[in-house]
């Protein structure tokens, strides 16, 4: 109804809502007069304001179903939006590392190859003169890819050196890449004796890698020196022929083979397997303690992610997500139950946003166990604008265990 009347005081024309019996006091839906609760909210409903009272202790603020409220806290819901750039599971997102370095490598074997035949003849190695002897594996030598991880030479001594003599392994580029053990030549006798190297090296054989022996004591000379057996011909494998370094350059033949052998073992899945970008390889791990393998990104780079291919031949229970700028300091980032991850499929992990070159997956659990893996990538690099966007998410736990901890 309308209302009128004179004077300042004038009411305006309004009409009452008939649903609503006392419009005033405290709070009831839709009330246009009220009083309410200590921290409420007004919301609207899109026709009427509302009293939104404030949530218990450690709620979150949210939105359900078009409506606000106040809901229990659930691990992740806090800038699950913004998160979703730091956790992508879209594998073209990430990138293949150029190298992995392993603890180990299942292998079958050993299996050791000696050159026999006529041998008969001495070359002599002394400081000054030939300093280095040793086999020359050529394109086409039958154990180019073999690990090898010892080998022999028949060694005998001529008069009374002293010093050590050396197991090595040189590169085609001349750079040593590898010592497999020594010897303290005043040991040796007059006759030849085969000596073994030891295992301190383990080398994948590369085309025109040589393994010699190396002898180059100042104390020694023409009078004492150590020497080493020799055919006059090649008797095994010739694409494997001799190799002497003397006055700073090696000098190769094919006519002649050192009495050497050569002790290998096959590794069918070797760490390179898991960053061949091909998931229907992987690495295994020998059965130890503590297997574990780290891929190198090349240069420091701010990622927040690390994509997992596991294998089922691992039987580790736990392992650890590990960074590092050296590769010699590592900083743990996460641990995972493996009973937590699936096998012969993408994990997605995630870590709390930081820089780093190296990054390793450390069997943990402290057994003799076996580490198996077909590939490993890691997030592209989170810009300084991702950081920013990122700002405030909550800490992720170094040791909660589940594989997509969204925090706690």
């Known amino acids: 109804m309308g209302f009128g009347g004179g004077g300042s005081a004038t009411t305006r024309p309004h009409t009452h809502d ?6 005033g006091g ?3 839906a839709n009330l246009t007069q009220f009083g309410i609760n200590n921290q409420s909210m007004l919301v609207s409903d899109g026709a009427n304001i509302q009293e939104l009272v404030l949530g218990a202790e450690g709620e979150n603020l949210t939105s359900i179903g078009g409506a606000v409220s106040w809901e229990a806290h659930v691990a992740g819901d806090v800038l699950a939006g913004n998160l979703v750039m730091a956790n992508s599971t879209t594998i073209g997102d990430y990138t293949q590392p150029g190298s992995a370095t392993c603890s180990s490598s299942a292998s079958s074997g050993p299996t050791t190859v000696t050159i ?5 003849y001495d070359d ?7 300093t280095r002897y040793g086999e ?3 394109a ?3 154990l180019l890819g073999e690990t090898i991880t010892q080998c022999s030479a028949w060694l005998k001594k001529v008069g009374s050196p002293t010093g050590t003599l050396y197991f090595r392994v040189y590169d085609n580029g001349g750079s040593l890449v590898g010592t497999y053990g020594t010897l303290d030549v005043s040991t040796l006798t007059g006759s030849y004796v085969e000596h073994s190297s030891g295992t301190g090296t383990s080398r994948v054989l590369q085309a025109d890698d040589k393994i010699c022996v190396e002898y180059d004591d100042a104390s020694s000379n023409t009078l004492n020196y150590v020497a080493i057996e020799v055919a006059p011909t090649c008797l095994y494998d010739c694409p494997l022929t001799v190799a002497a370094y003397y006055g700073g350059a090696w000098n190769t033949n094919l006519t002649n083979d050192y009495h050497f052998s050569f002790t290998y073992e096959t590794i069918p899945n070797p760490c390179s397997n ?3 970008d091909n998931t229907g390889t992987y690495w295994l791990s020998a059965t130890e303690t503590n297997p574990n393998i780290y891929v190198d990104l090349s240069s420091s780079t701010t990622c927040s992610n690390i994509a997992i291919y596991p294998n089922s031949a691992t039987t580790e229970t736990e392992v650890t997500i590990q960074s590092s700028n050296d590769a010699i300091a590592w900083t743990t980032q996460r641990t995972i139950l493996t009973s937590n991850w699936t096998n012969g499929a993408w994990n997605y992990i995630r870590f709390n946003i930081l820089a780093a070159r190296y990054w390793r997956i450390y069997g943990n659990s402290g057994n003799s166990v ?3 893996i077909n590939e490993i990538k890691v997030l592209n690099g989170v810009t300084d604008a991702d950081v920013r966007t990122l700002h405030g998410h909550i800490p992720i736990s170094s040791s909660d265990t589940s594989l997509n901890n969204a925090g706690v």
């Open 18 to 23: 008939s649903g609503i019996i006392n419009d």
């Open 26 to 28: 405290s709070l009831a």
């Open 116 to 120: 026999t035949g006529a041998f008969g």
């Open 124 to 130: 002599k190695i002394y400081n000054g003169g030939n």
């Open 136 to 138: 020359d594996f050529l």
């Open 140 to 142: 086409g030598a039958a």
């Open 274 to 276: 898991s960053v061949d």
């Open 370 to 372: 076996d580490l198996a």
